[in-house]
């Protein structure tokens, strides 16, 4: 399993933009699919985006799609979540998270990162 560290999170108005960072301790990272997640107040934790081990392939909650961008950089073992035209409901706590290649599930996941966007 890998370490992971979410940053970047605050409050921004609706409209804005914001970038999330996932930095991962551990040699494997770039084996690794990551994605991220988010939970609202009183709602359940829900998928936002994914990105497998290359980069070369991603996927978005249609909540999401055209609005946010996942990214990474195996040199640099992070991953990247760009949040523009931020509207109030995407207010959450925001988790990456990461599974390794023989895993079912993702199994390392880091302590989240406040996201507020006020209207």
């Known amino acids: 399993q890998v370490q992971l560290v979410e940053s970047g999170g605050g409050l921004v108005q609706a409209g804005g933009s914001l970038r999330l960072s996932c930095a991962a301790s551990g040699r494997t990272f770039s084996t690794y699919t990551m994605g991220w997640f988010r939970q609202a107040p009183g709602k359940e934790r829900e998928f936002v985006a994914v990105?497998?081990?290359?980069?070369?392939?991603?996927g978005y909650a249609d909540s999401v799609k055209g609005r946010f961008t996942i990214s990474r950089d195996n040199a640099k073992s992070t991953v990247y979540l760009q949040m523009n035209s931020l509207k109030p409901e995407d207010t959450a706590v925001y988790y990456c998270a990461g599974q390794r290649a023989t895993a079912t599930g993702y199994d390392s996941w880091g302590q989240g990162t406040q996201v507020t966007v006020s209207s």
């Open positions: 990105i497998m081990g290359s980069g070369g392939s991603t």
